[in-house]
T-cell receptor, first 113, second 114 residues
Framework: NAGVMQNPRHLVRRRGQEARLRCSPM?????VYWYRQLPEEGLKFMVY????????ESGMPKERFSAEFPKEGPSILRIQQVVRGDSAAYFC???????????FGSGTRLTVV | DAKTTQPPSMDCAEGRAANLPCNHS???????VYWYRQIHSQGPQYIIH???NNETNEMASLIITEDRKSSTLILPHATLRDTAVYYC???????????????FGSGTQLTVLP
């Protein structure tokens, strides 16, 4: 049973480009969470999704960021027109939606140059 | 979710028990205590969680005080690979079908010394 898979592991984008980060939850998990960790800082919650629904996006920046978790396929975190301040590690976690601990992926490290 | 307070850093000798404290004095009756750790540049790793009884698994033990206002994570025989940031998180018991997000604080940087 594979864990939470995130790809790519490392992503380099120039300012103004789009970044697409993918997360495949563990088998049987229908709840996905995205977190961002800026350099030397803690993890900050961004968004919580279930299949085809955004449950809580209170941590998402108001502009340029969007997330989806379609019926088929991985969850996608999209950052449009990236800026240097978007450089961070982005972690995805999944759960079964009950009182269980989350399982985190290894993260995608985005570098904006 | 209740706020938690942890010391910013701790050292522990290899092979000795590491005892990581956490204060959560405003915890309510239906909030769980979770512990995660993050080894440098990796994704957080679940360790253990509990409500009011002490818990033990293959990784650690969780001791929760009777009034539930504090807890201690115990790594019985720390190794160098246990060097990480340890996060104590309190989360409201979820309702059926939903699972609230975890809110990470600053955690405790545990350094296991050879």
């Amino acid at each position: 049973n594979a864990g939470v898979m995130q790809n790519p592991r490392h992503l380099v984008r120039r300012r103004g480009q789009e970044a697409r980060l993918r997360c495949s939850p563990m088998k049987g998990h229908s709840h996905v969470y995205w977190y961002r960790q800026l350099p030397e800082e803690g993890l900050k919650f961004m968004v919580y999704l279930q299949k085809e629904n955004i449950i809580d996006e209170s941590g998402m920046p108001k502009e340029r960021f969007s997330a989806e978790f379609p019926k088929e396929g991985p969850s996608i975190l999209r950052i449009q027109q990236v800026v240097r301040g978007d450089s961070a590690a982005y972690f995805c976690a999944s759960s079964m939606g009950r009182d269980n601990g989350y399982t985190f992926g290894s993260g995608t490290r985005l570098t904006v140059v | 979710d209740a706020k938690t307070t942890q010391p910013p850093s701790m050292d522990c000798a290899e092979g000795r028990a590491a005892n990581l404290p956490c204060n959560h004095s405003t915890i309510s009756g239906n909030e769980y205590v979770y512990w995660y750790r993050q080894i440098h540049s990796q994704g957080p790793q679940y360790i253990i969680h509990g409500l009011k009884n002490n818990e033990t698994n293959e990784m650690a033990s969780l001791i929760i005080t009777e009034d539930r206002k504090s807890s201690t994570l115990i790594l019985p025989h720390a190794t160098l690979r246990d060097t990480a940031v340890y996060y104590c998180i309190v989360r409201l018991q979820i309702s059926s079908g939903s699972a609230r997000q975890l809110t990470f604080g600053s955690g405790t940087q545990l350094t296991v010394l050879p």
